[in-house]
C-alpha cells in the first residue's frame, strides 16, 4: 500500500512535464517507422515496472502511446519487468483490467535488469524510472549494458534518476535550511551508503551513460513542489517515503538518528505560509554508434 500511494504521487506530479517528453521519444521513434517504410510493431520496454503506476497511462483507449498507434495504424507491444514478485502479480493484474485495441500488446514479466529476458536490438524506447538509487550500486553498469544492449541502434532511453540532495523548502530560517542539509546530507544519504545505494545518482547518471557508450541528449529538472501538486499530496510522499527509509532501518539493524529532523522537515512541507520542492532529473539518451552513423 505505502509503494502504490507512493508511485502514484511521484508519477502524478511528474506528469504534466515528463509525458511531453515521452510523447516526443514515441513519435520520434513512429515517424521512423513511416519513412522507413517500416511494418516492424513499435516495442516499449519499462525496467523495473513496480506497480505499474506508469504503464496505465500508456494504454487504454486514452493511454498515451496507444493513441499515437491508433492513429497511425502501428502495433504496439509494451513490456514490463520487475524483480520483486508479489509487485509483479499485482502489476499484471492491474494491466490485465485495462481494455486495450487489438493492436497493442501488454507483457509483465518477473525478471532481473542485470539479466533482461529480451534479444539484442529489441526495443525502440526503454524507460527506466524511479529504480536506480534503489539498487546496490555496483549492478548499475550491469543495469545501463542490459538496457544498451536490447535498446534499437536508433531507440531512445529515458530515465528518471532521484537524488536526494535535490528536496528543499524557500524557509527564511537560517536554522531550519541547515537542519534539512543535515537530514538530507548526513542521514538519509549516509544511511543509504551504508544500505549500499547509491541516492545522488540522479547527478552522476548522464557522465555514466557516457561512460556506457550512450550519449545524452538533454538532462531536464522535473519540479515536483507545493505549487504543481497539492501540498497534502506532496506531505504524503514525504510521509510514504520516511516509512519506506524506516522499514529499510529496521529490517537492515541500522539506527537512524535524525527523525526529529524529519518530522521538522514534513512539518515545514505542511506549513501553507512555506515553499517545498523536489527537483527530479528526467534525461534521455541514444547509443554512441547512432551518433556515429547519421
Not at 532481473?112 to 526495443?123: D, G, R, S, W, Y
Not at 544500505?195 to 550519449?215: E, Q, T
Amino acid at each position: 500500500e505505502v509503494a502504490l500511494t507512493c508511485y502514484k504521487i511521484q508519477v502524478d506530479g511528474l506528469w504534466a512535464e515528463e509525458s511531453v517528453l515521452l510523447l516526443k521519444a514515441y513519435l520520434e521513434v513512429s515517424i521512423k517507422h513511416q519513412l522507413n517504410n517500416s511494418q516492424q510493431t513499435i516495442r516499449i520496454l519499462d525496467v523495473g515496472c513496480g506497480t505499474g503506476e506508469l504503464l496505465t497511462r500508456l494504454i487504454g483507449q486514452n493511454g498515451l502511446f496507444e493513441q499515437v498507434a491508433r492513429s497511425k495504424g502501428q502495433r504496439l507491444e509494451i513490456y514490463g519487468v520487475e524483480l520483486d514478485k508479489a509487485m509483479c502479480e499485482f502489476c499484471k493484474q492491474r494491466l490485465n483490467s485495462i481494455s486495450v485495441g487489438a493492436h497493442v500488446s501488454v507483457t509483465v514479466q518477473n525478471a532481473c535488469a542485470t539479466k533482461l529476458p529480451f534479444e539484442p536490438n529489441m526495443f525502440d524506447i526503454v524507460m527506466n524510472r524511479h529504480m536506480l538509487h534503489s539498487v546496490p550500486r555496483g549492478v548499475i553498469p550491469d543495469i545501463l549494458k542490459e538496457s544498451y544492449r536490447v535498446l534499437k541502434s536508433d531507440g531512445i532511453i529515458h530515465f528518471v534518476a532521484e537524488d536526494i540532495e535535490m528536496i528543499y523548502t524557500s524557509s527564511n530560517d537560517d536554522g531550519k535550511i541547515e537542519e534539512q542539509h543535515q537530514l538530507w546530507s548526513k542521514g538519509i544519504y549516509k544511511t543509504g551508503a551504508e544500505l549500499g545505494v547509491d541516492l545522488r545518482i540522479g547527478r552522476k547518471l548522464p557522465a555514466m551513460l557516457n561512460h556506457h557508450d550512450f550519449i545524452v541528449r538533454f538532462v531536464k529538472f522535473a519540479c515536483v513542489d507545493t505549487c504543481s501538486l497539492n501540498q497534502q499530496s506532496l506531505v504524503s510522499l514525504f510521509q510514504s517515503w520516511r516509512s519506506a527509509f524506516a522499514n529499510g532501518w529496521q529490517k537492515n539493524k541500522i539506527d537512524f538518528d535524525y527523525d526529529v529532523l524529519f518530522n521538522n522537515f514534513i512539518n515545514v512541507v505542511q506549513d501553507k505560509q512555506e515553499y517545498a520542492c523536489w527537483s527530479v532529473p528526467i534525461m534521455q539518451a541514444v547509443k554512441r554508434n547512432t551518433m556515429r552513423h547519421s
